[in-house]
């Protein structure tokens, strides 16, 4: 049996090992000097004004809820995407209103979102799904008219762009997460960013404990008279980044713009070996965005896709569904809704494998099961129309 194929795998090289060398051998391996670097950077890398570095994009969608303060009010979101987002708002005491998505982008409809807004909606999120971005422009004159907050998760979509702009940095907040399988990843991690001044105070509070001052500022050479006295205003959070994943994050911005363009070219590849196939086709990608490519989402028929994830696993690959849609969990039933176009799509998606360092071998590997499924599917239909 060839070796198997993940379905995503960190880029991680000799440059991450000497990095987290010298971060061991410094003696420092909490929140501290790497982690305001790596912050530093990162806000420069996307052009925010704050970056607030912390453990997962779960505590940044997390603390973004809390900084909007959308307890006891609604909040317009999607069902189409990993429960974070939607714990995040009942983390918040915020109550989620499902609305549906875009077939061919399966980022939430602009037009749902101005169809469920409420007299006590106060926040809107959006999930830039796979890391091609939502279509901005109605969604922030949507939250401009009603003066709403607007979170985005960019769990996906670390150097991905709207009209040339970063994801991320369009609405007042962006959570980014650099969980194992992100286009970066310090193993787990996430940033949260903005421009404005007092949501990043808040923010910074919330990550630990709710103390006014960051431990290393107490401890750091030059520090002040009395540093070890803090004030604590507010509970807060154990949810702040460490030197260590931030010695990660710091090698891993270096990479993740390149890194990014492989991604690009592996779906390209994809995409221009789907393109005669019947019945199998990619996810689109609008004029507007330029995708982070997180993911590789191929689309077949409701009855098919199950099929294909078992195909593709006897033949040593590995693939996934993202995702099932969240308003049909348990947790969310008080909050369900119809979404027929989110009912619909995810029956027939599936993501392949991709990641950067995915050899062509490997790649040609997947293409090939994909298309011996497709013609064997469209085989058997022949079959039994000829028989009928
Ligand atoms: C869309 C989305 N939002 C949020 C998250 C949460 O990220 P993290 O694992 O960093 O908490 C994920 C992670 O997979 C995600 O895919």
């Known amino acids: 049996m060839d070796e198997r194929i993940p379905l995503a795998r960190p880029n991680f090289g000799d440059d991450e090992v000497a990095a987290l060398q010298q971060t061991l051998a410094s003696g420092w391996v909490g929140s501290g000097p790497r982690t305001a670097e790596f912050e530093q950077r990162f806000a420069e890398q996307v052009g925010a004004r704050h970056a607030i570095a912390l453990n997962s994009a779960s505590a940044a969608l997390h603390l973004a809820m809390l900084a909007a303060e959308v307890d006891g009010q609604e909040v317009l979101t999607t069902a189409m995407t990993f429960v974070s987002t939607n714990h995040a708002i009942l983390l918040g005491g915020g109550r989620p209103v499902f609305c549906d998505i875009e077939a061919d982008t399966l980022n939430v409809n602009p037009q749902e979102l101005a169809r469920k807004v409420t007299p006590t909606t106060r926040a809107l999120v959006v999930v830039h799904y796979g890391g091609h971005a939502c279509d901005m422009d109605p969604v922030l004159e949507l939250a401009r008219e009603h003066g709403l907050w607007v979170i985005e998760d960019n769990a996906h979509g670390c150097g991905g762009l709207y009209r040339g702009r970063q994801l991320g940095t369009l609405g007042h907040m962006g959570c980014y997460s650099f969980q194992a399988t992100k286009n970066m990843t310090t193993g787990d991690g996430g940033m949260l960013v903005t421009n404005d001044p007092e949501l990043a105070a808040r923010v910074r509070r919330l990550r630990w404990m709710g103390i006014s001052r960051p431990t290393w500022e107490r401890f750091r050479p030059g520090r002040p008279r009395r540093s070890w006295m803090y004030d604590v205003e507010e509970v807060g959070f154990k949810y702040e980044m460490n030197d260590l994943a931030a010695t990660l994050g710091l090698v891993q911005l270096g990479k993740v713009a390149a890194a990014n363009e492989e991604r690009r ?118 079959a039994g129309q000829a028989r009928a």
Do not use: K, M
């Open 265 to 382: 070219r592996l779906v390209a590849r994809y995409r221009a070996a789907f393109a005669g196939l019947t019945g199998v086709e990619l996810l689109a990608e609008r004029e507007y965005a330029r995708s982070s490519c997180y993911n590789a989402v191929v689309r077949v028929a409701p009855e098919a896709r199950d099929e294909l994830c078992e195909y593709l696993d006897r033949h040593g690959i590995d693939s996934n569904v993202h995702y099932y849609p969240n308003h049909l969990l348990p947790l969310y039933r008080p909050y369900t809704t119809r979404l027929p176009v989110t009912e619909s799509e995810w029956r027939r998606i599936l993501s392949i494998p991709l990641f950067p360092g995915l050899r062509p071998d490997q790649q040609d590997r997947v293409i090939d099961c994909v298309r011996e499924f497709a013609a064997a599917r469209v085989g058997s239909a022949a």
